[in-house]
Each structure stands twice: as structure tokens, then as C-alpha cells.
């Protein structure tokens, strides 16, 4: 049996499909990084690419436009991370509840939203046609180096945008002077205003950011992942990218890192429920419980620096 | 003159944030129903008032139905009332009470106790456990200073799936289609109180009893005033010798074993066998609880009330009119964001507060102004 997994495993399309699994993530684990870097904790990740899923499919099945159904989730995400802003910011609900507002419009509103546009229930079933499907590249030179090629050619175009956006994003936060602004704000709203930073305009750019990046997962998932939108499709993904940008220290390559832990673990969960004898549902643990002890791990080496730098503090 | 006015602004703005959300409740139904005024009937007075053939009547079913409802929110309502209140964001009432579900319904199916005394032992046994998970995020929070929201969200999905594990490979019935356990013993059936088929068990009254009790708790003891003391602000609680790690501990644990409580009462009132498959839900509506009772344990019931009126009436509306129901998740975003917005007519507010110190001003004057005339005399 172990043999037979660890066939599945060292293949190239294992690794294919640990990249596919974790572009959602990661998306979504970006998203997270620039809110809380501004100092805003963006729990509404997981209810955004609800629903950023389910408008990047309609606009995309309306023009029958995959670009046109990203843009669409962008703008979408965008939106609803203002409208978080603006409950957040303007009017002071906690920003957690805010998220957690997004997350029930996330989870029953989009099944409202579905039937008020389509008269379906539940998923797009038949909606779906060739031309609202995110396309697949093959990248010229690597597509014919043999394993490589395999692993990294013939994705999705939106798959590579999410790695090129880890660098985009770094370079965001610490090569440009907006990204200056998000983490002074983040850092200490009161020594940012001081200078001039107008912080509460940081924050709505930063949330907005935020939703926007959330959009592209939730297209990606509803135009390419599942090929349709259903209810229940995110399944998680929002919380786990919480976690990942926990456990990636909030920085865009950490978050990177963890979100391809996740995807690991989640491919490794597909590979090894098709397994004889194995319970699918344990199976399905293995993201969860990696996330908990990711945290954990980072959450104790967060506490041994801390105790080395108060030691070297006592004795410069 | 200031409190009094206070307590009507307090009035008004929860009313307000209600009827804003009602309002763009009404405006969905508007844009997709076919028969928006008979719809909005439906989901406004359908669960108290039925309507035949031009006559009204009273539908004491429903109502019983919506006091059943009522009984686990009740409980994750105070959970989250408990939690929120030392300002910990723990999400896991969710899955604590899928796993109190559990946990009560297979000791209902295989402990043996021959008298009512089994219903009781399922309850409890399901309380601690529960309160044993959350260890888990209050530890980890505690002695790691690891986000108890995220554990908690994580731990949500790890309940599932265990519990999914063990129904499927060791408690499913395999004579019956679909997976379930095998039918509760009758000593472990949580007894119905009214007649009928309204599942309103006698777990109505505990959830009210565990109100009075955590109001009390809250209150009345000095754990409850720790707690509440850690949410105003933690820094003071600590400089002024509260146990600040333990505390955050006890409001987590009894979080848990209120939401494993609610979940074992449900399951075994409502059901014949163990049969969720999936999260209940019943955690995320205890927000929304808590919430619109301003975690306050002693307006739970009220709040829970209102959620469950309105979710009988959303269903009511989709059996009967085209609106599906899943229209409550929308109304219930809209009361969350509005209800929990704390600068939500600040202006009115501010005008308010202006125009009593204004007359506190001028009546003090006038005060001073006739003892001064009377001295001079």
C-alpha cells in the first residue's frame, strides 16, 4: 500500500497538482499578507472568494469572457473589501465581525444571488462552456525539458499570475511608497498619521487591495479549479489562508511557502484517499492539522526570539 | 435625563439596524419574487398569523417550532457571549456542537441506563467533552500566543472530519440508506414538552436555566467580572493581579461546553438517530445571537427568538412564494454589520449628547444664579 502511494507521489503530476491546489491559496494567503500588514485582519477572505466565484462566473458567462469574468471577480473583491472598510473604518464594527458578515453572505447569500440571476439551485450545472474557462499555457522552452516540463508547463494563466504576484506584492509593500504607507500604518497608525499619512485612506486602500487579490482566487476557483461555481466550493480555503500568512510570518515568499505546504498537504490528501484502506475523512485532516501545527511551530520560534532578545537585552 | 435618553438612543439604533436590515431583505424579495408583498407577508407575520380564506388564525405549532429553534442558538449564543466578552474570537462553538451532537447521540445509542437519568449522563458527558477541546485553542493561545481564531476555524474542519471517521467506520447503521447511528435509546430521548410534532423538548427550559445561570456567572462572580474586565481591557486586568492566562482559559472552556451542551440537547430532542453530516451552522448564528444581545447573556433568549421568527419566516416564504431561503444569511449579514457598528448614527448621538450637557449647563447656571441672589440678600 505505501509503495502504491509513494508511486503516486513521486510523480511530475503530483507536483502539477500541488501547484494547481495551492494558486487559490496562495491568492487568498496574499490577500491576507497586505491587509495585515496595514493592521487589518481580513477574516471575510474565505465569504470574498464566495463570492468573488460566483460573480467572476456570471460576468464571464453573461460575455461569455474569461478575461472579462476575472476583471469582473477583481472589481468584485474589491468592492466587498470596501464595504468592509467602510463598516470597519467609518462606522467601527469590528473588523472580525465585518469578516464574519462577509462570510454568511459568502455562504447562504450566493445561493440567494444564484437563483435571483439564474433560477438554479445551488451550482451552475450546465452554465458552463469552453469560452468562460481560465486557458492554459504551455510555456515554450520549458515544455520540453521531460520532467520539469511536466511539473511546471501547461497551467492555467491565473496559476502563474499567483507566483508572479508574490513578487508582485513584495515589491508593493517595500519598493513603492504606498507600500511604505501600509506598513507604517500597520506598524503604528499614531507615528504614520504624524507625518502626514492619512491612515484611515491606507487602510481602505490596503483592504480593498486585499479583496481584489481574494477575487482573483475566488475566480480561479469557480472558472478553472471546480469549472463551475457551487455552494461549499471554497470550502476553507479563506481560514487556511489566514493561517498561511500566519505561519508565513506575514511576509508575501513565507505565505508562499506555506500556502505550497498546504497545497501539499491537500494533494497528498487526493492521492491517498483513492488508497484501499484508507479513511478519506482522516485523510482530509491532514490541511487542518498541518495548519494547527504549522502555527504551532511558528508560534513557538516567534516565542524563543522573543526570549533571546529580551536575554541579549539584560546582557548587551 | 442622560441615562434615560441613552437607553432610548440604545432603543432606536438596535431598531434602526433592524429595520435597515429588513429593508434590504425587502429589496432582495423585491428584485427576485414574482409576488414580493405576499412574500414579505410571509416572512414578516407568517410565523405567528396564518391566513385562510380571508380569516386569521393564531398558529401555536409554529411558535413551538420557533421555541425549539431556539434551543441550541440559545446555547451557542451564550457561548459566544462568554468568549467575545474576554475578547477572544473563538470560533469553534461550530464545531463543538456537531461534536456534543456526536458524542451525546452515541452514548445515547450505546451507554445502558434504564431510567431518565441516561438523557442527563448523554448531556453531561457531551459538556465536558467539548469543554476538554477547548483546551485546544486556549492553550495554544494562552502558553503559544497562537491566534485562537485561526486554531479555532481549523479545529471547526478537524471535528468534522473525526467525526465523519468514526460515524462512517464504526457507528453507521448499514441497514438504513443513508449513514446514520442506530435509534437512541428511549431512556436517552430528550422528552418533548407540548404536544405535537414541534420537537419544542424539555432542552427549552435548560437553555433558559443556563441563561439565568451565566447571567448570574457573568454578573455575579468575580470569574465573570475577570472575564469582562480582560475584554475592557486586558492590561488592566493584568496590572491589577487577574489571573489573565486562566481566565482566558475558563471563558473558552465554557464556550465549549455550552455549545456541546446545545448541540447534545438537539440532537437528542430533535432526532431519532445521529445523522449531521456537516456543520450545524448553530455557531455562526450564535454570533448573531450574541451580537444583537450585546453580550449580554440575559437578552439571549430574546435574540435568539428573533433569529429563529426570522427563520421561520424565510422558510415559510420559500415554501409558499419563489424567494429561496437562504434570503436569512443576507438579512442576518446586514444585522450583523449594522448592529455591531458602534459609530452607526454617531451623529444622531452626538446631538443627543450636546443638547443634555447643554441643559445640564443652564440648569446649573440657573442654579448658581439663585443661591448667588439669595446670599447677596
Redesign the interface.
Known amino acids: 500500500m505505501l509503495e502504491q502511494f509513494f508511486q503516486a507521489v513521486f510523480k511530475a503530476d503530483f507536483i502539477f497538482a500541488v501547484i494547481r491546489i495551492t494558486a487559490p491559496i496562495l491568492f487568498a494567503a496574499l490577500a491576507a499578507v497586505i491587509a495585515e500588514k496595514a493592521g487589518v485582519v481580513n477574516i471575510g477572505l474565505e465569504g470574498i472568494m464566495m463570492i468573488t466565484a460566483l460573480f467572476g462566473f456570471l460576468f464571464a458567462y453573461w460575455t461569455q469572457s474569461w478575461i472579462i469574468g476575472v476583471l469582473g471577480a477583481v472589481l468584485t473583491g474589491g468592492l466587498l473589501g470596501l464595504v468592509m472598510g467602510f463598516f470597519s473604518l467609518k462606522l467601527k464594527t469590528d473588523i472580525i465581525l465585518a469578516g464574519i458578515a462577509i462570510n454568511m453572505l459568502g455562504a447562504g447569500g450566493t445561493i440567494f444571488l444564484l437563483n435571483m440571476f439564474t433560477g438554479l439551485r445551488g451550482n451552475t450545472g450546465n452554465l458552463v462552456t469552453p469560452n468562460i474557462l481560465i486557458p492554459t499555457v504551455k510555456i515554450p522552452l520549458i515544455d520540453r525539458i521531460p520532467v520539469v516540463g511536466e511539473m511546471l508547463s501547461g497551467h492555467a494563466v491565473l496559476t502563474y499570475c499567483a507566483f508572479i504576484f508574490v513578487f508582485l506584492v513584495w515589491l508593493l509593500l517595500y519598493k513603492t511608497p504606498i507600500g511604505l504607507n501600509i506598513r507604517a500604518v500597520g506598524e503604528n497608525p499614531d507615528a504614520a498619521s504624524s507625518v502626514g499619512v492619512s491612515v484611515l485612506g491606507i487602510k481602505y486602500v490596503a483592504i480593498a487591495l486585499s479583496g481584489a487579490l481574494a477575487g482573483l482566487g475566488g475566480a480561479f476557483m469557480s472558472m478553472y479549479y471546480s469549472q463551475g461555481w457551487n455552494s461549499g466550493m471554497v470550502a476553507g480555503r479563506g481560514f487556511i489562508a489566514l493561517a498561511a500568512q500566519a505561519m508565513g510570518r506575514g511576509e508575501p515568499v513565507g505565505a508562499m511557502l506555506s500556502s505550497l505546504l498546504f497545497g501539499l498537504a491537500q494533494a497528498l490528501r487526493t492521492k491517498a484517499s483513492g488508497l484501499q484502506g484508507v479513511s478519506s475523512f482522516l485523510v482530509s485532516l491532514i490541511p487542518y492539522v498541518a495548519t494547527v501545527l504549522g502555527l504551532v511551530i511558528y508560534s513557538i520560534s516567534l516565542k524563543r526570539k522573543a526570549r533571546k532578545h529580551a536575554i541579549k537585552a539584560v546582557k548587551p | 435625563m442622560r441615562d434615560r435618553r441613552m437607553v432610548f438612543f440604545g432603543i432606536a439604533r438596535g431598531a434602526m439596524a433592524i429595520i435597515l436590515a429588513l429593508a434590504v431583505g425587502a429589496v432582495?424579495i423585491f428584485?427576485?419574487s414574482k409576488t414580493p408583498f405576499t412574500a414579505l407577508r410571509y416572512l414578516l407575520i407568517g410565523p405567528l398569523l396564518s391566513f385562510h380564506d380571508g380569516s386569521v388564525i393564531f398558529n401555536a405549532q409554529y411558535l413551538f417550532q420557533i421555541f425549539a429553534a431556539m434551543i441550541p442558538t440559545i446555547f451557542t449564543g451564550l457561548a459566544v457571549c462568554v468568549m467575545f466578552s474576554a475578547n477572544q474570537?473563538n470560533?469553534a462553538g461550530e464545531g463543538c456542537v456537531l461534536a456534543g451532537g456526536f458524542i451525546g447521540g452515541i452514548l445515547g445509542v450505546y451507554l445502558q441506563i434504564n431510567s431518565g437519568w441516561h438523557a442527563v449522563v448523554c448531556v453531561l458527558a457531551a459538556t465536558v467533552a467539548c469543554g476538554l477541546i477547548m483546551l485546544i485553542p486556549a492553550l495554544?493561545k494562552v502558553k503559544?500566543?497562537?491566534?485562537e481564531?485561526?486554531?479555532s476555524?481549523?479545529?471547526n474542519?478537524?471535528i468534522l472530519?473525526?467525526v465523519?471517521?468514526y460515524l462512517?467506520?464504526n457507528f453507521a447503521d448499514r441497514t438504513k440508506g443513508a449513514t446514520m447511528t442506530k435509534a437512541f435509546r428511549s431512556t436517552a430521548v430528550i422528552p418533548s414538552l407540548v404536544p405535537g410534532n414541534s420537537k419544542m423538548s424539555v432542552g427549552f427550559i435548560v437553555a433558559l436555566l443556563a441563561t439565568a445561570l451565566i447571567a448570574f456567572f457573568m454578573y455575579r462572580t468575580r470569574w465573570g467580572y475577570a472575564i469582562r474586565m480582560i475584554g475592557i481591557n486586558e492590561s488592566f486586568a493584568l496590572y491589577s493581579g487577574m489571573n489573565v492566562g486562566w481566565t482566558i482559559v475558563l471563558a473558552q472552556v465554557i464556550g465549549g461546553m455550552l455549545s456541546g451542551m446545545g448541540g447534545s440537547l438537539e440532537v437528542l430532542g430533535r432526532y431519532q438517530t445521529y445523522l449531521w453530516r456537516e456543520l450545524p451552522g448553530y455557531g455562526?448564528v450564535g454570533?448573531t445571537v450574541a451580537?444583537l444581545a450585546k453580550n449580554n447573556p440575559v437578552y439571549v433568549p430574546l435574540a435568539a427568538f428573533f433569529i429563529a421568527y426570522l427563520n421561520k419566516g424565510c422558510l415559510l416564504m420559500s415554501t409558499h412564494c419563489d424567494v429561496?431561503s437562504?434570503?436569512?444569511?443576507?438579512i442576518?449579514?446586514?444585522i450583523?454589520?449594522?448592529f455591531?457598528?458602534?459609530?452607526?448614527l454617531s451623529g444622531f448621538r452626538q446631538k443627543l449628547v450636546v443638547k443634555t450637557a447643554t441643559e445640564d449647563l443652564m440648569r446649573l447656571e440657573a442654579d448658581r444664579g439663585s443661591r448667588g441672589g439669595g446670599s447677596h440678600a
Open positions: 432582495f428584485l427576485s474570537f470560533l495554544l503559544l500566543g497562537a491566534s481564531m485561526v486554531t476555524l481549523m479545529l474542519f478537524i472530519y473525526v465523519l471517521h462512517n467506520f455562526w454570533i451580537i429561496p437562504e434570503m436569512i444569511d443576507i442576518q449579514a446586514a450583523f454589520l449594522f455591531a457598528a458602534e459609530q452607526f
